[in-house]
């Protein structure tokens, strides 16, 4: 949540700030805004509530000049709203009141208010109701008490900064005093440099929240750990310690290509992504699923070792997560406790951090999260490993903080995903529980071979399935949306492995369109939800071939007796008098029943995207919400 980045460097920051920025939208956009040093070492300020083009509209196109050779400093932010509503005023960068000293800050400074006080009753002014203003207050308060204004002074008053400073943060701070340096500052919030080397053996350098506002850059990157300091200039980079060691940085190229960003001709970027999906699985299954008879190569050879002791000495998995991966988490539980025959138990990582988990040496945490900067799952991690527990993480970033805290990672490579509503990337990481579940069942002889390569056969003919579909579905699927577009409240049901996939369904219902929407195990609606059934809140119910199909049946003849519009989501033939009790019926390609999530989702997500957009809601930035939860 916020993006920010800072340009050191001999050209304009203005269009490289805003192009990174446009690169961050996904972590948040209540406002944004900018700051350079002009010619004459005044800061230059800019900010506007709302979407990034507002800034952009209101900035001066002189707000400072491409010289070609002064070294010129800038910085940039994109927000969303913690502390203080999305106002110009609230807009970083912040200042301090002598307007000597700039921050943008990605986090929350959880003692913000004390050291607000402390600050305005030093005379210190503040005009925001931000936390962060506190920063560039008490940087700027600490600095003006040095006798000696040295670079090594700044250092002593980042290190009492970073002393005083309670919560998460990710600071680019620009002291007036030294315009030609930005200094770095990282707490559980993410942080990278890119470098880019120049003539004469001088350096650019782009600090972004994220790699991909690195790329259209460079390549070269640094990633800072907690609590390092990096001061750039064009001179260098130097690493350090809080507390003032020197680091040497490691510098990593990064692969460019799954972090381009374009909507390919799409009107949104989630319906771009919804037809990435059968390509995703293609690529989440390359090289670990190669014949239907040949064990699952689960992780690249050089962590296979330490991937397979991992496995063999679990006799528990923890799966940890939030939102859409804690969903897919679930399917993950049904999936490797029906093959694989070992115990999951799946977990929000924001109840877990606050928990006392029982953890032993047997205990396996598989940490799922898009990002790998999920705030809470990061810290329910931290926890678990500080109580012992190795953990195996599945991401969709590799360069991520969970991933290089990790012991083993599961990418499940769906390429960057946009849109603040998840679709792709929960198909990559159901598949890539899928390859886990197999891969255990395999090595503990849990089900007969047989059984284990007639699915992963299947596994492997899904995608052209999914493609063949995707060429059909979205068109029937618009009347269908627009039909249920009206209501203000839905329920989605469903049985075992399809349980997980209502609770997706209504989760994308809720994010981009609005409407409320819950996700319930069939078997739940008399315990309570059906009290609510009338002919104002439909019942879309998830109907695949199997055991539980008859089950959910009959749940969906009670919630018609109630007067529900009733809405199936099927992967079975239904029969005329079925058909019947339905106002509408959305097929989807049959599978193996432990796969079928895989194909029940992706109508879910078009129904999503559909009411949405018949709606004229902001799909890929859906109001209050940010990809990125890097706040708790
Ligand atoms: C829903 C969605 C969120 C995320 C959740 C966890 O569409 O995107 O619910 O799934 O914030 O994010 P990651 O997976 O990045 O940890």
């Given at each position: 949540m916020c993006g920010i ?16 920025l446009?690169c961050l939208e996904y972590r948040g956009y209540d ?46 932010h994109i927000r969303w ?25 990605n ?83 993410p ?17 972004a929240s994220d790699?991909v506002a ?157 990002s790998?900067e ?46 603040v ?204 919400l940010a990809k990125s939860v890097t706040?708790?």
């Amino acid at each position: 949540m916020c993006g920010i980045v800072g340009f050191v460097g001999r050209q304009n920051p203005v269009p490289l700030i805003l192009e990174s920025l446009k690169c961050l939208e996904y972590r948040g956009y209540d406002s944004s805004g900018i700051a350079v040093l002009d010619k004459g070492q005044q800061l230059n300020v800019v900010k506007a509530s709302g979407k990034l083009q507002n800034l952009v509209d209101r900035l001066d196109a002189n707000l400072t000049s491409d010289t070609g050779e002064a070294i010129q400093v800038g910085m940039g932010h994109i927000r969303w709203a913690t502390h203080g509503a999305a106002t110009d005023a609230n807009a970083h960068p912040h200042l301090g009141t002598n307007r000597q000293i700039a921050v943008v800050h990605n986090g929350i400074i959880e003692n913000y208010y004390l050291l607000r006080e402390t600050l305005m009753a030093e005379g210190r002014q503040f005009v925001s109701e931000t936390d962060t203003e506190c920063v560039a207050q008490l940087v700027e308060h600490l600095w003006e008490k040095q006798t000696e204004q040295t670079l090594e002074a700044f250092r002593g008053v980042i290190r009492e900064t970073v002393d005083q400073l309670q919560g998460a943060f990710a600071l680019v701070i620009l002291n007036k005093a030294f315009p030609e340096h930005l200094f770095v500052v990282r707490r559980h919030a993410p942080l990278v440099v890119g470098q880019r080397p120049q003539a004469g053996n001088q350096m650019e350098y782009v600090v972004a929240s994220d790699t991909v506002a690195i790329i259209p850059h460079t390549n070269q990157v640094v990633f800072l750990n907690d609590d390092e300091v990096v001061e750039l200039s064009p001179e260098g980079m130097v690493l350090m310690t809080v507390a003032g060691d020197i680091l040497e940085p490691k510098v990593t190229i990064v692969d460019a290509s799954p972090l381009q960003i374009d909507k390919k001709g799409y009107r949104h970027f989630m319906l771009k992504e919804i037809h990435e999906q059968p390509d995703v699985i293609r690529n989440s299954l390359s090289g670990r699923l190669l014949h239907p008879e040949a064990p699952i190569e689960l992780v690249a050879s050089d962590q296979s070792a330490k991937a397979k002791q991992l496995l063999s000495q679990a006799n528990h998995l923890v799966v940890i997560g939030c939102g859409t991966s804690l969903n897919a988490g679930l399917v993950g539980k049904y999936f490797i406790e029906s093959l694989a025959k070992v115990p999951v138990s799946v977990e929000s990582a924001g109840e877990y951090r606050y928990r006392e988990p029982i953890i032993d040496e047997h205990t396996l945490v598989v940490a799922i999260s898009q990002s790998g900067e999920t705030a809470d799952t990061l810290e329910a991690v931290r926890l678990a490993e500080s109580k012992g527990a190795k953990v195996l993480t599945i991401t969709n970033r590799e360069d991520s903080t969970l991933a290089r805290e990790s012991d083993v990672v599961l990418p499940v490579r769906a390429g960057v995903e946009v849109s603040v509503c998840a679709t792709k990337s929960f198909s990559a990481q159901v598949v890539v529980f899928y390859l886990l579940g197999i891969a255990l069942a395999e090595t503990r002889n849990t089900v007969d071979a047989a059984r284990l390569t007639e699915l992963k056969g299947e596994l492997m003919r899904l995608p052209t399935q999914l493609d063949a579909y995707l060429a059909t579905a979205p068109e029937p699927m618009q009347d269908v949306a627009r039909q249920f577009s009206h209501h203000t409240s839905l329920l989605f049901m469903a049985r075992g492995i399809n349980y997980p996939v209502a609770l997706e369904g209504a989760l994308k219902l809720k994010e981009i369109s609005y409407i409320h929407a819950e996700g319930y195990s069939a078997s739940e609606l008399k315990h309570g939800p059906i009290a609510m059934l009338d002919d104002t809140m439909p019942v879309a119910a998830i109907l695949t071939p199997g055991p539980l199909f008859e089950k959910v049946m009959t749940n969906c003849q009670e919630a018609k007796a109630r007067d529900a519009r009733m809405l199936a989501f099927t992967s079975a033939t239904l029969d005329d008098s079925m058909v019947d009790m339905f106002d509408a019926v959305v097929p989807f390609p049959d599978t193996d029943e432990l796969l079928s999530p895989l194909f029940a989702t992706v109508p879910l997500q078009l129904f999503a995207y559909y009411i949405a957009e018949h709606l004229g809601k902001d799909v890929d930035q859906p109001r209050n919400l940010a990809k990125s939860v890097t706040v708790e």
